[in-house]
């Protein structure tokens, strides 16, 4: 496979959770123009205590959108770069797996946490599809950011699945397990976001230390569209965003990794008979089709329930599984919504690479890509 901004924060990780993967080789990366031709080793300002992979360091970093041999990619461009360099790899016949914004609103592009919604791969390959008209697996967002992207349908094996905005992936897996059980009807998130979730240069030490930042640019809107569409339903080919009501309020923290969110929730069913037992029991027990699977970067358990009062903590637990379990706790009674909680995630794990690399095994077992 191949991978796009692979000198950036989310590029560095995936390099590394693909050094050893069973499934998939990295043969190929890309960059901006600053590091194109050079050898990765030299390029990268490497940021991870494990050394750069060998095989990876000697490898000559290719332009982004230059002819690529790799069936697969891998994309951790910014948006506004991804916006037409993902299509047009689309176009060319590749499966482009992105954690950027660009797309992840289209119609044909499935938003995908493999464990929540996996059946919105279907969007992908209209052969795969167990119903409805076929429609263009890259056709334009809703946003239009990308224009012209909608003109002609891609039967040629191309496509583009999306990775979700980090604190939404950490967000609808805590969230899912009480969707199916109980019903979500409204939800108040409040993010802690840690300084790797803003990239490389990122915040400076200046503004963010012995600081919190209220603000950081889109990430609200993000979490409030993307969690109706991730939670939503796939009928006649396209999905209905679930009818959550979500408000999102998102602070950037002086945490290297790992994002905390702070949440309160409505449910539809349970009402005074709803015990924190059964909440906690439909997180423990939630497992999903990477699981029955047995896909190499599944982790055990989805959601882990932390019982500790002050658990859960990024310190603690962002690495748990591999950094792509979701770590909840703090349990309680909400005198507003109903129920609040407290989840953990490992930002540029499970919410990027790692949770990437899930999409792509996904798709492969899915028979998207051989
Ligand atoms: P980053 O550290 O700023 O890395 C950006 C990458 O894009 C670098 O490899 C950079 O190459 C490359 N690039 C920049 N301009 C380019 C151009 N004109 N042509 C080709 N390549 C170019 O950002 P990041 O944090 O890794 O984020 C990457 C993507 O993942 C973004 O879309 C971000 O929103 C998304 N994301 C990030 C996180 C996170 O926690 N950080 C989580 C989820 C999703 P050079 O090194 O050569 O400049």
């Known amino acids: 496979m191949a991978l796009l ?13 693909l050094a050893d993967h069973p499934w998939f080789a990295l043969k190929e990366v890309a960059a901006s123009p600053r590091s194109r031709g050079r050898a990765y080793g030299d390029a990268v300002e490497w940021l991870l205590p494990r050394p750069i992979p060998p095989q990876v360091a000697s490898l000559q970093v290719r332009g982004a959108g230059e002819e690529l041999a790799s069936p697969l990619i891998f994309s951790a461009l910014e948006a506004t770069v991804a916006d037409q360099v993902e299509v047009e790899y689309a176009r060319r016949g590749h499966l482009v797996v992105s954690n950027a914004r660009s797309h992840r609103l289209s119609p044909g592009v499935p938003l995908l946490v493999p464990e929540v919604n996996p059946d919105h791969l279907d969007l992908v390959n209209p052969t795969l599809r167990r119903g409805g008209d076929a429609g263009d697996p890259v056709s334009a967002p809703a946003s239009g950011r990308v224009t012209g992207a909608a003109e002609a349908p891609l039967h040629n094996g191309g496509g583009i699945i999306t990775n979700p905005n980090c604190s939404t992936i950490i967000l609808t897996l805590a969230l899912a397990p009480l969707h199916r059980a109980f019903g979500v009807e409204k939800v108040s998130v409040v993010t802690l976001q840690s300084i790797s979730g803003a990239g490389r240069p990122g ?16 990430e609200e809107e993000k979490i409030q ?3 109706r569409k991730i939670l939503g339903l796939l009928t006649g080919g396209e999905v209905r965003p679930a009818p959550i009501s979500v408000s999102a309020q998102c602070t950037r923290v002086p945490v290297l990794d790992g994002h905390t969110l702070c949440v309160s929730v409505a449910l539809n069913e349970g009402g005074e008979d709803l015990h924190a037992d059964h909440i906690r029991r439909s997180w423990t027990s939630f497992r999903g089709e990477p699981q029955r699977l047995g896909l190499p970067s599944a982790p055990a358990s989805p959601v882990v329930h932390h019982p500790g009062p002050d658990y859960p903590q990024p310190r603690l637990h962002r690495d748990r599984d591999r950094g792509m379990a979701c770590s909840v706790g703090r349990l309680r009674p ?11 995630g490992h930002n540029t794990l499970r919410g990027a690479a790692g949770g990437a690399v899930l999409c792509a095994e996904l798709a492969v077992a899915r028979g998207l890509l051989s």
Do not use: K
């Open 203 to 218: 915040v400076s030490a200046l503004d963010v230390q012995d600081n919190v930042i209220p603000h950081i640019a889109g």
């Open 334 to 344: 909400c005198p507003i919504l109903g129920w609040r909680f407290v989840a953990v």
């Open 5 to 17: 901004g692979a000198t950036g924060v989310v590029g560095q990780r995936f390099v590394e959770l």
């Open 225 to 227: 569209v993307e969690t």
